[in-house]
């Protein structure tokens, strides 16, 4: 089990930048696929990006590749969003997740953060 606490997020003009962090306890001894996902009001949750356990791999959904970039401390236990370049349809609810890498579903989730990007 592991417990994911979001923080970071907040109102930006749109241009703007956010980071956001991701606090993982609990099981930290085993490795976790880490994701970020985000859900608009209205609009279902959408996968945002993700990152394996070394850090080596990552992958962006295509609006916000080039503007977001997901990393990892491992000895902090702790995962990021940087967002750059905001606008305001990435307004949305932002949640951390995680996975053990042989599973597809990702099983731990985190509260929630809100990010607001006005224009």
């Known amino acids: 089990q592991v417990q994911l606490v979001e923080s970071g997020g907040g109102l930006v003009q749109a241009g703007g930048s956010l980071r956001l962090s991701c606090a993982v306890s609990g099981r930290t001894d085993r490795s976790y696929t880490m994701g970020w996902f985000r859900q608009a009001p209205g609009k279902e949750r959408e996968f945002v990006a993700t990152?394996?356990?070394?850090?080596?791999?990552?992958h962006y959904t295509d609006s916000v590749k080039g503007r977001f970039t997901i990393s990892r401390d491992n000895a902090k236990n702790t995962v990021y969003l940087q967002m750059n370049s905001l606008k305001p349809e990435d307004t949305a609810v932002y949640y951390c997740?995680?996975?053990?890498?042989?599973?597809?579903?990702?099983?731990?989730w985190g509260q929630g953060t809100q990010v607001t990007v006005s224009s």
């Open positions: 997740a995680a996975r053990r890498p042989a599973q597809r579903n990702y099983n731990y």
């Open positions: 990152i394996n356990w070394s850090g080596g791999s990552t």
